[in-house]
C-alpha cells in the first residue's frame, strides 16, 4: 500500500460547481497533511495546510482531516476554470525525520466553463 | 525575493553521460530538498538536507545519484552515469526549518536518450 493514495483522476467539474478530493494515507502516526496545487509545467505550491481534526477554510478552499479513517480532503467551492490543476495530497509522518512531507501521484481537475 | 533558483531548465544528455543539476535555495532557508516527478511515480523525496548537512538519503535511487551542499546558498544534484529512466522534472525546495511550507523552485526536465 502506498503511503498516500489519490485517484489520478481527470476529475471534471462545471464552473461554479464544488468540487471534491481526497487522499487517504496508512501511516497512522502522520502528523500534518498538505495540499498542494500544481498547475501542468509549473512547480507545486502550498495552498492549504491541517493537522487536526476537523475542517480548515481559506476562502473557496476547505481541508478536511479524519485521523480515525485515515483520509484527507479538499473541497473548492464555486469551481472556477482557473482551478484547472493537479492537486497534491501531502503528508508529514514519523520516518525520515520532522522534515520529510511524501506525496502522493496527484489528482487532476479540470473545470469545465 | 527572488525564490528557488534552479539550472539549467532544461536538460538533454545522452545515456552514459554526466549530469548536474543546480539549485539556489530563499536566502535565509536552512532546509533543502531535492524531489524527482515523473507521470507514473510522482513527487518523489530524494534527499533533504538541515543547515548544510544530509539528514535523509534514503530516497535517492542508486550509487549513480549523489548531492551535495557545500554552503547555504548552493547545493548540486549529479546523476553520473545517466540513464533514460532517470528522465523526469527534478524539483528543488527549500524552507526554513520549523516553518511548513516549502518553496519549490522552477524545476530542471531532464531527458536522457
Known amino acids: 500500500q502506498k503511503e498516500v493514495e489519490q485517484n489520478s483522476g481527470p476529475l471534471s467539474v462545471p464552473e461554479g460547481a464544488i468540487a471534491s478530493l481526497n487522499c487517504t494515507y496508512s501511516d497512522r502516526g502522520s502528523q500534518s497533511f498538505f495540499w498542494y496545487r500544481q498547475y501542468s509545467g509549473k512547480s507545486p505550491e502550498l495552498i492549504m495546510f491541517?493537522?487536526?481534526?476537523g475542517d480548515k477554510e481559506d476562502g473557496r478552499f476547505t481541508a478536511q482531516l479524519n485521523k480515525a479513517s485515515q483520509y484527507v480532503s479538499l473541497l473548492i467551492r464555486d469551481s472556477q476554470p482557473s482551478d484547472s490543476a493537479t492537486y497534491l495530497c501531502a503528508l508529514r509522518g514519523n520516518s525520515g525525520g520532522y522534515q520529510k512531507v511524501t506525496f502522493g501521484i496527484g489528482t487532476k481537475l479540470q473545470v469545465i466553463p | 525575493d527572488a525564490g528557488v533558483i534552479q539550472s539549467p531548465r532544461h536538460e538533454v544528455t545522452e545515456m552514459g553521460q554526466e549530469v548536474t543539476l543546480r539549485c539556489k535555495p530563499i536566502?535565509?532557508?536552512?532546509?533543502l530538498f531535492w524531489y524527482r516527478q515523473t507521470m507514473m511515480r510522482g513527487l518523489e523525496l530524494l534527499i533533504y538536507?538541515?543547515?548544510?548537512?544530509?539528514?535523509?538519503d534514503s530516497g535517492m535511487p542508486e550509487d549513480r545519484f549523489s548531492a551535495k551542499m557545500p554552503n547555504a546558498s548552493f547545493s548540486t544534484l549529479k546523476i553520473q552515469p545517466s540513464e533514460p529512466r532517470d528522465s523526469a522534472v527534478y524539483f528543488c525546495?527549500?524552507?526554513?526549518?520549523?516553518?511548513?511550507?516549502?518553496?519549490f523552485g522552477p524545476g530542471t526536465r531532464l531527458t536522457v536518450t
Open positions: 525546495a527549500s524552507k526554513e526549518y520549523l516553518s511548513y511550507e516549502q518553496y
Open positions: 538536507f538541515n543547515n548544510n548537512v544530509p539528514i535523509d
Open positions: 491541517i493537522y487536526s481534526n
Open positions: 536566502s535565509g532557508h536552512n532546509s
